[in-house]
């Protein structure tokens, strides 16, 4: 049986991300702020903002999960 964090790091490597979107991810699963993880990376948090936004959406197609509202609310991303 493989672990949730096991498939979390297949599918990662599935959607074949660039180093920046890794990074956007992984210091967002850390709990930093788009400001910060923008500042560690050099860039704006309009631009970090951006990356996680992608690496999400790439993510998400490699897993099969879409783009519908179901996968928005799942990702913290649902209509308020």
Do not use: K, P, Y
């Amino acid at each position: 049986r493989i672990d949730a964090l096991d498939e979390v790091r297949a599918v990662l490597a599935r959607a074949q991300l660039d180093f920046r979107e890794r990074s956007v991810l992984a210091l967002r699963a850390e709990g930093r702020t788009l400001a910060a993880v923008g500042a560690e990376l050099g860039v704006s948090e309009s631009r970090a903002c951006q990356l996680e936004r992608r690496a999400v959406n790439s993510v998400r197609w490699w897993h099969g999960l879409g783009d519908d509202e179901t996968t928005h609310t799942r990702f913290g991303r649902g209509s308020s």
